[in-house]
């Protein structure tokens, strides 16, 4: 059974400082998700990682892959308030690219 | 991308009661999803719905409480029979398209009192 960890559950940071979001999981995978979440608001899509080394950026934030350690970051570079949110990262069982076991989130406060 | 529409976006139901929430999307998928996730929880996959089949369940969740409609290519509805409080939750749902990313609707929130 896939089994995503994340870590830190919970991330209070100031502005302007750099932090990363853990992300490992269980079993084997081609792709990871990450995924922003606003309180009372769905799931905006943020990344989605192909395969191994893969990394992405956008913005302040940038998301890699590493396939062998079973394991996905988020970096957040110089934070602002504005990031403040939950993220989850995901991954698909097998067999089923879309069929998601999500992590258990991180509730990003940023401080001015 | 694909557009997503769930209705309805919130509702607050009596115990004992059933709703309906519907999902509909812009264009032809394959395989639909409904998710739950309960106050300050995670995300957890209820059941996939493939047209032309009965809905594929995930430990924990059962036909009976969640019956599940995919009628066409574009549209799915999921039913919370019986609500009770522990139902409160926000329900979304996801397909897959020919595009890598798994895109959501907004959801919607339930609350049973």
């Known amino acids: 059974e896939l089994k995503v960890e994340q870590n830190p559950l919970f991330l209070s940071m100031q502005e302007g400082k750099n932090y990363t979001i853990y992300c490992n999981y269980s079993?084997?995978?081609?792709?990871l998700y990450w995924y922003r979440q606003d309180p009372g608001k769905s799931l905006e899509s943020l990344f989605v990682?192909?395969?191994?080394?893969a990394v992405k950026q956008e913005g302040r934030l940038m998301a890699s892959l590493d396939t062998k350690a079973r394991l996905s970051t988020l970096h957040i570079t110089a934070a602002v308030h504005d990031l403040s949110a939950t993220y989850f990262c995901?991954?698909?069982?097998?067999?089923?690219?879309?069929?998601?076991?999500f992590g258990s989130g991180t509730q990003l406060t940023v401080l001015p | 991308s694909a557009v997503i529409s769930q209705k309805p976006s919130r509702d607050i139901c009596q115990r004992g009661t059933s709703l309906t929430i519907q999902c509909q999307v812009d264009?032809?998928?394959?395989?639909m999803f409904w998710y739950r996730q309960q106050p300050g929880q995670s995300l957890t996959l209820i059941a996939t719905?493939?047209?032309?089949?009965?809905?594929?369940?995930e430990s924990g969740f059962v036909i009976d409480k969640f019956p599940i409609s995919r009628p066409n290519l574009t549209f799915s509805t999921l039913t919370v029979s019986n609500m009770s409080p522990e139902d409160s939750s926000i329900y979304l749902c996801?397909?897959?398209?020919?595009?890598?990313?798994?895109?959501f609707g907004q959801g919607t929130r339930l609350t049973v009192v």
């Open positions: 995901a991954a698909p069982r097998s067999g089923s690219a879309r069929q998601l076991t």
């Open positions: 990682l192909l395969s191994n080394g």
């Open positions: 996801s397909v897959e398209t020919r595009y890598p990313e798994a895109f």
């Open positions: 079993t084997t995978s081609d792709r």
């Open positions: 719905a493939n047209q032309g089949s009965e809905a594929t369940y």
């Open positions: 264009s032809q998928v394959t395989m």
